[in-house]
């Protein structure tokens, strides 16, 4: 009888010690893979008819801006004590040669003219649009909540890069 107790023991040991490595395997892969997507529905397409404008900011003419992408923030921006939504605007920088860099900036609109403030070391280096971290951008940084999200729309977006005429919407990853 002692031995049969033994084996139950070694047993019911034995299945919870790979319940425990299972529970924290899962737990382990389900955190790697919310950190790398966007949540469904964040990345919001740039009007093309708004590309003009940001590639406006350009400081070398031969560059250009493709597959824009933006994430709402849940902070805003203060004009002149007038709070604005917030967007994370990232888009591909893309010198001649066709190497592309995502640069990211915040905008206050994503389907009209709105203000537009580099955030990004490859935004500010790429163009002439103000630096954020002013009192209207107050805290936005590309450690707040969407910045690195809009560069992941970018990063995913580059296979099939936004067309020319398509209005802004929410896309399923």
């Known amino acids: 009888m002692a031995l049969r107790l033994l084996d139950k023991r070694s047993v019911t040991r034995t299945a919870i010690m790979r319940g425990r490595i299972l529970l924290v395997a899962l737990a382990m892969i389900f955190s790697a893979t919310c950190k790398r997507t966007p949540p469904p529905n964040a990345c919001l397409q740039f009007s093309s008819d708004l590309m003009p404008d940001l590639a406006g900011g350009l400081i070398r003419k031969d560059f250009r801006i493709a597959n824009a992408w933006a994430v709402k923030s849940d902070q805003t921006i203060d004009s002149s004590g007038v709070k604005f939504p ?25 389907t009209k003219p709105g203000l537009i403030y580099s955030v990004s070391p490859q935004a500010q280096k790429y163009t002439t649009w103000a630096k954020s971290g002013d009192a209207s951008t107050a805290g936005i940084t590309m450690e707040s909540a969407g910045a690195k999200e809009s560069v992941a729309c970018v990063l995913n977006g580059r296979a099939a890069a936004p067309q020319a005429g398509v209005t802004p919407k929410a896309t399923t990853p």
């Open 86 to 110: 917030a967007y994370f605007l990232s888009a591909d920088i893309v010198a001649p040669s066709g190497e592309a860099v995502p640069g990211t900036w915040v905008t206050t609109e994503i």
